[in-house]
């Protein structure tokens, strides 16, 4: 999951208007709905798919509706709320009118922003996310790995994500491993020999040299210099990631008395700098080999 227990609590705005959504609102209500219309018994319905028991009865829909969102967020059931929001936003449920379903999204994001949370996209579903960590490339690169099923990167994203306030050093290691899980991928469809040492800065420098991404042949001659800086800079932050990987992760375990030697900031920092060289690779790959689509090798399938 995404986001911590502290920022499931939803604002009673935020509670309105998953209200409106699930219930579509009152029923003698001239304006258009914003969700989709439910009845009582459908409400019921949908509750239960959540994992709340609830019944509307003779009572009003509305204001049941709410009381049932309020008494799952006053207990801090972070699942369930979770479960109720990515509900109300399902994508199947506005497959005739998919606009109309990212305007529901939207009117949520609007709301949810004020509790750092917010909705995106992947794929065919919508899941709820920690604000604060979905960076425009982040999502870039999750957006890039959803038609190819790249699997073991995506596990290795979402996990940093998930860690990078809770955990920092395993944060750093899933990010390292994002670089290292696409590096990969591509020398084994190129059919070159992965490098004797396999750590970070040798995958990224054999997939680097095979894509030409050092020749200044592959840019404009106005442009070539000033990508090569861009391109500098990016193999010094995959090397930074790397080491930090090895400094302050805990890929090679903790020892007694550990004590935090990385915070989230840090812990961003190295997913944003490895989701950027991700992505460049990816989206590098397909420019070169639009035909190919890179397969999932993760560091045990050699």
Request: glycine letters at 8%; proline letters at 5%.
């Amino acid at each position: 999951m995404d986001f911590h227990a502290q920022r499931a609590v939803l604002s009673p705005q935020a509670v309105e208007a998953l209200v409106q959504v699930i219930s579509g609102g009152g029923g003698n209500s001239n304006t258009p709905p914003i969700g989709i219309y439910r009845s009582g018994p459908k409400l019921e319905a949908f509750m239960r798919g959540c994992g709340i028991r609830m019944s509307v009865g003779a009572a009003s829909r509305l204001p049941t509706l709410a009381t049932a969102i309020e008494e799952v967020v006053a207990r801090g059931d972070v699942d369930t709320v979770r479960r109720i929001i990515e509900a109300a936003v399902n994508p199947a449920d506005f497959i005739g009118d998919p606009a109309r379903g990212d305007a529901v999204i939207e009117y949520m994001n609007a709301r949810l922003a004020f509790d750092q949370m917010m909705l995106r996209k992947r794929g065919t579903k919508v899941e709820l996310v920690d604000a604060q960590s979905n960076a425009p490339i982040v999502a870039a690169l999750s957006e890039a790995l959803t038609p190819i099923n790249f699997d073991t990167v995506t596990r290795d994203l979402d996990r940093a994500l998930a860690n990078a306030d809770t955990d920092p050093e395993d944060a750093v290691t899933s990010a390292c491993s994002v670089i290292e899980s696409v590096c990969r991928s591509i020398i084994v469809e190129l059919g070159v020999t992965m490098p004797p040492k396999k750590d970070i800065q040798s995958l990224y420098k054999t997939v680097r040299d095979e894509l030409g991404l050092n020749a200044g042949s592959a840019f404009r001659d106005e442009i070539a210099d000033d990508v090569r800086t861009v391109l500098s800079g990016l193999a010094s932050c995959v090397q930074g990631v790397g080491s930090l990987r090895t400094h302050g992760g805990d890929a090679h375990g903790r020892e007694r008395g550990f004590s935090r030697r990385i915070d989230a900031r840090i812990a961003r920092l190295a997913i944003h700098a490895a989701s950027a060289a991700a992505l460049f690779l990816i989206e590098t790959w397909q420019l070169k080999h639009p035909n190919v689509d890179l397969k999932d090798r993760p560091a045990n399938a050699e």
